[in-house]
């Protein structure tokens, strides 16, 4: 796809999202937050696995973490959301980084059970500390994020419009860190690790660096989830969370900046495309295995990839047609060579 038709689509994104709260009512904002926060966290996913290839399965610990951090921050002591944000994200970065050590020795399937440890470890800390936390039945927050008074805005479309803007910086950061020569050693650690050593990449570094950058962005993704939610619960961070995490950057397209969106889409709205078919909601997983298999056969590239491909074939220019054939290129002679007696 040519870099006008990719403005285009992003700014008519971007427009769409930005007007939402005018044409749409609180349900579908809510939902839309809700897809927000969900791009993050699968974005998140892809700067590790998709650009980087660490494989990771417990993205949803990092997430439940900033989101504990966050509620136990504004319900217990008193802090504003603004206070809490950066705090949740360091959190979740630096247990990124000790996470990101082992990927220094093993990888592939090995590292994604060290991190599925991980997600499976998690859930039980707010259960052990349930005075804190209250335990299996979750914290809610009373205070939620206030839109200012002079702006004369509703608190819901507030909240939307603050989420969207951070998620349209992290995809914004993403964006400008790959096209850079640092990402591009973090996409030389995945394709060639040797070469990328070769040509001077401090592999180990790099790899501890983008498993804490992954982490932190998940860490954001558990704040916006919790300022949309006002309420976090062990069950919200379950292992099947990072699952479907991973299946939303299989569906999107891996290594792309459009899959987390189109994969968070589909995370959101197939559930409910679901019930309103009249199937079972408990069929859901089977959808999803479904889906992953055919687009895992037939767009191995993700909807993304699917997507690039098809705008870049219907904005091809036309190819020309044949020149003539001319003399000496295995046409028809211009002068007979033929002698006359």
């Given at each position: 796809?040519?870099?006008?038709?990719?403005?285009?689509?992003?700014?008519?994104?971007?427009?769409?999202?930005?007007?939402?709260?005018?044409?749409?009512?609180?349900?579908?904002?809510?939902?839309?937050?809700?897809?927000?926060?969900?791009?993050?966290?699968?974005?998140?996913?892809?700067?590790l696995?998709?650009?980087?290839?660490?494989?990771?399965?417990?993205?949803?610990a990092?997430?439940?973490m900033?989101?504990y951090?966050?509620?136990?921050?504004v319900?217990?002591?008193?802090?504003?959301?603004?206070?809490?944000?950066?705090?949740s994200?360091?959190?979740?970065?630096?247990?990124?980084?000790?996470?990101?050590?082992?990927?220094?020795?093993?990888?592939?399937?090995?590292?994604?059970?060290?991190?599925?440890g991980?997600?499976?470890?998690?859930?039980?800390?707010?259960?052990?500390?349930?005075?804190?936390?209250?335990?299996?039945q979750?914290?809610?927050?009373?205070?939620?994020?206030?839109?200012?008074?002079?702006?004369?805005?509703?608190?819901?479309?507030?909240?939307?419009?603050?989420?969207?803007?951070?998620?349209?910086g992290?995809?914004?950061?993403v964006?400008?860190?790959?096209?850079?020569?640092?990402?591009?050693?973090?996409?030389?650690?995945?394709?060639?690790?040797?070469?990328?050593?070769?040509?001077?990449?401090?592999?180990?570094?790099?790899?501890?660096?983008?498993?804490?950058?992954?982490?932190?962005?998940?860490?954001?993704?558990?704040?916006?989830?919790?300022?949309?939610?006002?309420?976090?619960?062990?069950?919200?961070?379950s292992?099947?969370?990072?699952?479907?995490?991973?299946?939303?950057?299989?569906?999107?397209?891996?290594?792309?900046?459009?899959?987390?969106i189109?994969?968070?889409?589909?995370?959101?709205?197939?559930?409910?495309?679901?019930?309103?078919?009249?199937?079972?909601?408990l069929?859901?997983?089977?959808?999803?295995?479904?889906?992953?298999?055919?687009?895992?056969?037939?767009?191995?590239?993700?909807?993304?990839?699917?997507?690039?491909?098809?705008?870049?074939?219907?904005?091809?220019?036309?190819?020309?047609?044949?020149a003539?054939?001319?003399?000496?290129?295995?046409?028809?002679?211009?002068?007979?060579?033929?002698?006359?007696?």
């Open positions: 796809m040519n870099s006008k038709a990719v403005r285009a689509a992003w700014g008519l994104l971007g427009a769409v999202l930005v007007f939402a709260p005018f044409f749409v009512g609180v349900s579908q904002v809510t939902g839309l937050q809700r897809v927000l926060y969900l791009a993050v966290a699968v974005m998140s996913l892809n700067v696995t998709g650009f980087n290839g660490q494989a990771s399965i417990g993205h949803s990092f997430m439940g900033a989101a951090v966050t509620a136990l921050a319900q217990n002591s008193g802090w504003s959301y603004w206070a809490a944000l950066p705090v994200v360091l959190v979740a970065a630096a247990v990124g980084a000790l996470a990101g050590i082992p990927a220094l020795r093993i990888k592939g399937m090995n590292l994604a059970l060290v991190t599925l991980l997600a499976m470890v998690f859930p039980q800390i707010p259960i052990r500390f349930t005075e804190q936390t209250g335990g299996t979750g914290l809610t927050v009373d205070a939620g994020l206030a839109a200012p008074a002079a702006l004369g805005i509703s608190d819901v479309a507030w909240r939307y419009w603050v989420l969207l803007a951070l998620a349209a992290a995809f914004w950061l964006r400008n860190v790959r096209a850079s020569r640092l990402g591009r050693a973090v996409v030389a650690i995945r394709d060639q690790p040797l070469a990328a050593h070769t040509a001077g990449v401090n592999v180990p570094f790099t790899k501890i660096a983008v498993f804490a950058a992954s982490a932190g962005m998940a860490g954001l993704a558990g704040w916006m989830f919790t300022v949309s939610n006002q309420f976090v619960s062990p069950g919200d961070f292992v099947l969370v990072s699952i479907n995490l991973l299946l939303g950057m299989a569906v999107g397209g891996s290594g792309t900046l459009a899959g987390p189109l994969g968070a889409a589909f995370l959101y709205y197939v559930p409910d495309l679901t019930a309103g078919t009249g199937l079972d909601p069929l859901t997983p089977a959808v999803y295995g479904l889906v992953l298999i055919l687009v895992t056969y037939f767009l191995p590239g993700g909807a993304a990839g699917a997507l690039s491909s098809l705008t870049s074939r219907l904005t091809r220019p036309p190819e020309p047609p044949p003539p054939p001319t003399a000496g290129d295995g046409g028809t002679p211009l002068v007979s060579s033929t002698r006359t007696p």
